[in-house]
């Protein structure tokens, strides 16, 4: 069965700072892997997602994330936020191996101060 | 186009009770998805409906049961309420009914359920 762990609850930033969240999936075989987020208020939306070729992928607001393999990671990067990216953030992945049933991670709440 | 809609907002019921969920997905997708989001504890699977039927169920109890009807719309009913089913259940549509898993979910605003 497949699972995700993001490792950082909670991640408080000032303005301007670099941001990385960390995702890591158990599965072996190929995978799908997205970022959701879920701005205050709001329903979730994808950030962006990897199904195959170029590992880093670009997604909306300035937001990228790397697939490596190796390490079976993806995590997601933004060089320098704004208060506007104060959300929750979910790591999800899918695969044959999980029936195809999206697999989210825990979640990461990201406050962003002015 | 619209987007997924949920209903009702917010639904508080007594401990024992049952509670109806209701689920409308984007117009022309016909997969529904069901997750469980309990404080801390991320979204959970539930539930996937497609084409009428029941595909996959995660692993919460049978009182936790639903279905999909012809124009792909869904409900969710869960029976004999406990304190600990108080979360965010939240729907989620895709086009592509499991024929891939390349299409990410479209999710709703979701049902605050609450338990007294």
């Known amino acids: 069965a497949q699972s995700v762990s993001q490792h950082n609850h909670h991640v408080i930033l000032s303005e301007a700072a670099s941001l990385e969240l960390g995702c890591n999936y158990s599965?072996?075989?190929?995978?799908?892997l997205f970022w959701y987020v879920q701005y205050p208020g709001q329903h979730l939306q994808l950030l962006l997602k990897y199904f195959s070729g170029d590992p880093l992928v670009k997604g909306i607001k300035g937001f990228e994330a790397e697939f490596i393999k190796s390490k079976f990671s993806f995590n997601l990067r933004k060089p320098s936020v704004q208060w506007s990216d104060t959300a929750e953030y979910f790591c999800a992945v899918t695969s044959s191996g999980g029936s195809y049933i999206p697999t989210f991670g825990r979640g990461t709440s990201l406050i962003v101060h002015p | 186009e619209a987007g997924v809609t949920q209903s009702p907002t917010h639904l508080i019921k007594t401990r024992g009770q049952q509670a109806t969920l209701r689920c409308s997905p984007i117009?022309?997708?016909?997969?529904v998805y069901w997750y469980q989001q309990a404080l801390g504890l991320g979204l959970q699977f539930l539930l996937w409906y497609d084409e009428g039927e029941e595909r996959n169920r995660g692993n919460f109890p049978p009182r936790f049961s639903g279905r999909q009807f012809p124009n792909y719309s869904s409900e969710l009913n869960v029976n004999a309420l406990e304190l600990e089913d108080s979360a965010l259940y939240l729907c989620?549509?895709?086009?592509?009914?499991?024929?891939?898993?390349?299409?990410?979910?479209?999710f709703g605003n979701g049902t605050r359920l609450t338990v007294t």
């Open positions: 599965y072996g075989g190929t995978v799908n």
């Open positions: 117009s022309g997708h016909t997969s």
């Open positions: 989620a549509s895709s086009p592509d009914g499991g024929s891939s898993y390349n299409s990410p979910l479209h």
